[in-house]
């Protein structure tokens, strides 16, 4: 079982950026595709952004699409998330997460990842 570890989180002030990271154990051969999935408080986790891992293509939810970029460095087994225009509702602990091969993938679906990291707390202040 891969095991996922984030980092990059922190303060910052609205419209600011921050770069968030994921790093998998081992290599990542087993990997069909990574996400990135954020939950606020009292709210439930939420899918942010997807990425497959041999292709590069990205899924973005609606609420960060042209603001936040997925993108993965294959040599290094990690994918990162590039948050700009930063704004405080997107205050949330933000958590990596992959699956293996699917014949579909439903890149929000929750219930599709097998690996989850522990999360990277992100704050955004006003």
């Known amino acids: 079982q891969v095991q996922l570890v984030e980092s990059g989180g922190g303060l910052v002030q609205a419209g600011g950026s921050l770069r968030l990271s994921c790093a998998a154990s081992?290599?990542?051969?087993?990997?069909?595709?990574m996400a990135w999935f954020r939950q606020a408080p009292g709210k439930e986790r939420e899918f942010a952004a997807a990425?497959?891992?041999?292709?590069?293509?990205?899924y973005y939810a609606d609420s960060v699409k042209g603001r936040f970029t997925i993108s993965r460095d294959n040599a290094k087994n990690t994918v990162y998330l590039q948050m700009n225009s930063l704004k405080p509702e997107d205050t949330a602990v933000y958590y990596c997460?992959?699956?293996?091969?699917?014949?579909?993938?439903?890149?929000?679906?929750?219930?599709?990842?097998?690996?989850w990291g522990q999360g990277t707390q992100v704050t955004v202040s006003s």
């Open positions: 997460a992959a699956t293996s091969y699917r014949r579909t993938w439903t890149v929000s679906a929750e219930s599709e990842y097998t690996a």
């Open positions: 081992e290599r990542t051969f087993s990997i069909y595709g």
């Open positions: 990425i497959n891992w041999s292709g590069g293509t990205a």
